[in-house]
T-cell receptor
Framework: AQTVTQSQPEMSVQEAETVTLSCTYDTSESDYYLFWYKQPPSRQMILVIRQEAYKQQNATENRFSVNFQKAAKSFSLKISDSQLGDAAMYFCAYRKGGATNKLIFGTGTLLAVQP | NAGVTQTPKFQVLKTGQSMTLQCAQDMNHEYMSWYRQDPGMGLRLIHYSVGAGITDQGEVPNGYNVSRSTTEDFPLRLLSAAPSQTSVYFC?????????FGSGTQLSVL
């Protein structure tokens, strides 16, 4: 069975600094997708970034980038130039490739941004 | 274009009561799903649907029923609410690799 592990329940970063959130996963599949979702206090789930397993290049979206280590089954999120609005719960998620609707989430990391 | 709309936003039930959480999307997405979010456990899949008339169970389906009579609507029914069903419920629709979430329903069962 696939699992997603986020070992950091809480993290803190100073405004304008860089922070990295960790995520590891376990799967025997070769075709899959990985995601980072942000959940601010409004409760809305917002897709931050996604990575296709078959792509070696790490995904980037503005200040957000990932370090995808397929052999190590690691998928960390780096937030550069942290802003107060980045404070939220962050979830790592996995989806097997193909016609499946099942997204497996980690337990989340609560990120605080200090002014 | 409203996206994914969930109602109600908050609900309090007594043990044994029944209710339906509504979910509607106006993006013509075939895939829809229901998740529950509990502290320390992330989001877990309850039921999902790959199109009108087709539904299937996720990780934690017990105590919940779904139906999908139209592409737009995917209601979640609690037939006899239990305190263990106290949670935040999210409906989502998907196109390609992008999942669109509703704003959630916070349910308390006393």
């Amino acid at each position: 069975a696939q699992t997603v592990t986020q070992s950091q329940p809480e993290m803190s970063v100073q405004e304008a600094e860089t922070v990295t959130l960790s995520c590891t996963y376990d799967t025997s599949e070769s075709d899959y997708y990985l995601f980072w979702y942000k959940q601010p206090p409004s409760r809305q789930m917002i897709l931050v970034i996604r990575q296709e397993a078959y792509k070696q290049q790490n995904a980037t979206e503005n200040r957000f980038s990932v370090n995808f280590q397929k052999a190590a089954k690691s998928f960390s999120l780096k937030i550069s130039d942290s802003q107060l609005g980045d404070a939220a719960m962050y979830f790592c998620a996995y989806r097997k490739g193909g016609a499946t609707n099942k997204l497996i989430f980690g337990t989340g990391t609560l990120l605080a941004v200090q002014p | 274009n409203a996206g994914v709309t969930q109602t109600p936003k908050f609900q309090v039930l007594k043990t044994g009561q029944s209710m339906t959480l509504q979910c509607a999307q106006d993006m013509n997405h075939e895939y829809m799903s229901w998740y529950r979010q509990d502290p320390g456990m992330g989001l877990r899949l309850i039921h999902y649907s790959v199109g009108a008339g087709i539904t299937d169970q996720g990780e934690v389906p017990n105590g919940y029923n779904v139906s999908r009579s139209t592409t737009e609507d995917f209601p979640l029914r609690l037939l006899s609410a239990a305190p263990s069903q106290t949670s935040v419920y999210f409906c989502a629709s998907r196109v390609g690799e992008k999942l669109f979430f509703g704003s959630g329903t916070q349910l308390s069962v006393l």
